[in-house]
């Protein structure tokens, strides 16, 4: 029997753009971010070296930067501005299902997807997020009311992200179909899905445990901000 190596997953950012989704990437030394309106995430290929901090600052010499899984006790010359705390699970026993009402959303739905986000907070989602993968949408009376998609991108895993239904249509089990199908083709391309939730919304924790998803691990989503050392 296989055993599945889960390591990269504990620091998804930078495996993401230092691999598949190298395209996407800004690049200083061992740092890197996601391009303009992808999406807000930093990472470090290790966050224990200072002088990759130092490259983070070079490529990020202004505002604050977001690292997903960053130290509590960052180098001298930076500080914590705000924790998310999250958890990371693992979709080792999901079954996944294509969804026939399911659709496919492209850069022309980008308006729509943006709003559903603003009105019920997923989690970070930009112009260009669509880009990453494949998202798809249910919709009611014309109107998109819920999606979810593929964000970043591993060596043998992808990330579920922006998975969100609209306030009025809440409860229909939405979410679970929309998951469904955005792990059927994670795994039909031989991946292991993942995901990321607050660690406080246990509703959804919930729910992607009953859909075959496992916690893994606690993971924090730290904002920093350069200050003088």
């Known amino acids: 029997m296989t055993i599945l190596d889960v390591t990269p997953l504990d620091n998804p950012v930078w495996g993401a753009l230092s691999g598949a989704q190298a395209g996407f990437a800004e690049v200083h030394g061992r740092a890197a971010r996601f391009a303009a309106g992808i999406s807000p995430f930093h990472g470090l290929a290790d966050a224990a070296d200072p002088a990759v901090w130092d490259d983070l600052a070079a490529l990020e010499p202004a505002g604050p930067v977001l690292v997903p899984a960053g130290p509590d006790d ?9 924790i998310n705390q999250g958890v990371q699970l693992v979709g080792f026993a ?3 299902e294509e969804d026939p009402e399911a659709t496919l959303l492209t850069g022309d739905d980008v308006p729509e997807m943006l ?3 603003e009105r019920t907070r997923p ?7 669509v880009e990453l993968g494949r998202y798809l949408g249910l919709r009611r009376d014309g109107k998109l009311v819920a999606m979810a998609g593929e964000r970043m991108h591993l060596t043998g895993f992808t990330e579920v992200s922006a998975v ?4 009025a249509y809440r409860g229909h089990g939405f ?3 929309l998951v469904g199908a955005v792990t059927a083709g994670i795994v039909a391309r031989g991946e292991t899905p993942f995901l990321h939730a607050a660690i406080g919304n246990a509703t959804a924790i919930r729910l992607y445990e009953k859909l075959g998803f496992s916690v893994r691990r606690p993971v924090n989503f730290h904002q920093y901000e350069r200050v003088q050392a």
Do not use: Y
């Open 115 to 117: 709003d559903l986000v």
């Open 164 to 167: 969100c239904t609209a306030p």
């Open 74 to 82: 960052p180098p001298a010359g930076w500080a914590v501005t705000s």
């Open 123 to 129: 989690g970070p989602f930009g112009p260009r997020t």
């Open 175 to 177: 979410a679970g179909r």
């Open 94 to 96: 999901v079954r996944p």
